[in-house]
């Protein structure tokens, strides 16, 4: 059950801007996952005013497992597609302060696109990463964000306990 309670409305968006109309943004406080669901097609400036809606859901919530699902959205210019690897998954990383563990829902023929041109460092700040899983189905998603959130703790907790 996702519950939205806790999320303030998404009412930031100017007088007549439509192209955040296909834009949700909400926290599943079961999985402890931020869920962003977004459809149809989008233009470069909708990109950037819904990266930043969801950069003010990060900062108010810090999750370290997200869910981009973008399985009804058009693909986006491959520019788009760097600013958001270049600019926003860094500031998602150093915004959490720990490991971020994203997993996009996106028709196979578009996961290629997705991941050209990335050199990496990107997804790196210090000792966190920010880890991206392809899905083809939101459980399948989720399944992953949990099972990631679970081997991390594991790892945690052994090494807390070596150094014990």
């Known amino acids: 059950m996702i519950q939205q309670e806790t999320l303030p409305p998404l009412s930031m968006q100017p007088e007549g801007n439509s192209c955040l109309e296909n834009l949700d943004i909400s926290y599943d406080a079961d999985n402890e996952v931020l869920v962003v669901n977004w459809e149809g097609e989008i233009n470069s400036e909708c990109i950037r005013n819904g990266y930043t809606l969801l950069m003010k859901r990060v900062q108010l919530l810090r999750p370290r497992k997200i869910l981009l699902d973008f ?20 500031n998602i ?14 028709p196979v023929e578009l996961y290629h696109g997705l991941v050209t041109d990335i050199n990496g460092d990107e997804l790196m700040n210090g000792n966190d990463f920010l880890i991206i899983h392809h899905a083809l189905y939101r459980a399948e998603a989720i399944r992953w964000l949990n099972d990631m959130e679970a081997i991390a703790a594991r790892a945690s907790y052994a090494g807390v306990s070596k150094g014990a």
Do not use: C, E, K, M
């Open 71 to 90: 399985h009804n959205r058009l693909s986006i210019r491959r520019r788009d597609q760097r600013w958001v690897f270049s600019y926003v998954f860094p």
């Open 93 to 106: 990383l150093s915004t959490v302060g720990d490991n971020v563990f994203l997993a996009i829902v996106l």
